[in-house]
C-alpha cells in the first residue's frame, strides 16, 4: 500500500521559511518521482515541484521558483520541500504526491498523502 506522509507545515510569518517533509513507503521510492502540489480554499491544485529520485532531476512551478527547493534522502524514502521567502499567497494545504509528472505544463500524479497546512501571514 502506498503510504505518503506529510509533515512540517505551520503559521509563518511572511518573508519566512518552513521545511516540509513526505515520508513515503509502499513502493520502490527509486523508481518514482515525487513532488508537492498545494490547494488553497476556493482555488483549483496548484503543481508546486517534482523530484526524479532515481537521477535528482527536478522542477518547480514558476510561482515559487528561487524560494523552493526540493531534495530527497534516499536512505529515508523521505521528501523536502524548503521554502524560503513565504508569501501569503503561498497559503495551502501542501500534498505530498508519488508519480508526479508535468506535460506541456500539466502537473498529474498518481498517489498524494492527506496533507500538511502552511498558513503565511502578513
Known amino acids: 500500500e502506498v503510504q505518503l506522509v506529510e509533515s512540517g507545515g505551520g503559521l509563518v510569518q511572511a518573508g519566512g521559511s518552513l521545511r516540509l517533509s513526505c515520508a513515503a513507503s509502499?513502493?520502490?521510492?527509486?523508481?518514482?518521482?515525487i513532488g508537492w502540489f498545494r490547494q488553497a480554499p476556493g482555488k483549483e491544485r496548484e503543481g508546486v515541484s517534482c523530484i526524479s529520485v532515481s537521477d535528482g532531476d527536478t522542477y518547480y512551478a514558476n510561482s515559487v521558483k528561487g524560494r523552493f527547493t526540493i531534495s530527497s534522502d534516499n536512505a529515508k524514502n523521505t521528501v523536502y520541500l524548503q521554502m524560503n521567502s513565504l508569501k501569503p499567497e503561498d497559503t495551502a494545504l501542501y500534498y505530498c504526491?508519488?508519480?508526479?509528472?508535468?506535460?506541456?505544463?500539466?502537473?498529474?500524479?498518481?498517489?498524494w498523502g492527506q496533507g500538511t497546512q502552511v498558513t503565511v501571514s502578513s
Open positions: 509502499g513502493f520502490t521510492f527509486d523508481d518514482y518521482t
Open positions: 504526491a508519488a508519480d508526479c509528472t508535468v506535460i506541456a505544463g500539466k502537473w498529474s500524479y498518481g498517489y
